[in-house]
């Protein structure tokens, strides 16, 4: 489950699990290495690929996970979903970086890919302190334009039943492995 490898992650991964589980429960698959972002996002079949870099941030993320998560109720949605944890699975989110080459790195933040170029990107400060219903609708309008895969991402009855967590990075306990 966890990928520890050098560099080590920043902080504890029970803790931030429950982040992880968000984005998992909304119908995104992780990538924990540079070889599996490689993989999904230098393919060239004209399909939407959705990437979020989730991270710890409590009033970014706790925005942006919710946020997208509204968005994928969308009768349009992105044909791919995938997620990489800021650090935690560094060099994957190193690899994600690599292509957003138009922007500052950027956590949490929302990024959508056609044939390996970067279509849309909602960056950190588009998200901080903007309610989650707004980041979606924004989204929405971003998927009416570019996506053809049919929503939702998850049942209304499952997306209900997920838990979002809002606390400050600064009380994850840091990994200790």
Not at 30 to 44: C, G, I, M, R, S
Not at 112 to 137: H, S, V
């Amino acid at each position: 489950m966890f990928n520890i490898t050098s560099p080590k992650p920043t902080y504890d991964q029970n803790a931030v699990q429950p982040m992880r589980d968000e984005l998992i429960a909304a119908g995104f698959e992780e990538l924990l290495t540079p070889d599996e972002v490689e993989k999904v996002l230098k393919v060239n079949d004209d399909k939407t690929i959705l990437v979020v870099i989730n991270s710890v941030c409590g009033s970014a993320a706790g925005s942006a996970r919710p946020g997208v998560s509204y968005a994928l109720q969308n009768n349009l949605i992105p044909d791919k979903l995938y997620t990489v944890f800021a650090g935690q699975e560094k060099e994957a989110v190193d690899k994600v970086r690599s292509m957003i080459t138009e922007y500052p790195p950027s956590s949490p933040c929302i990024a959508l890919f056609k044939n390996g170029n970067l279509l849309y990107f909602m960056q950190r400060t588009d998200i901080k302190e903007r309610p989650a219903k707004q980041i979606a609708n924004e989204l929405v309008e971003i998927f009416n334009e570019y996506c053809s895969a049919k929503g939702p991402s998850v049942s209304p009855e499952n997306l209900n039943k997920i838990m979002y967590a809002k606390q400050c990075g600064s009380k994850i306990p840091l990994f200790k492995g």
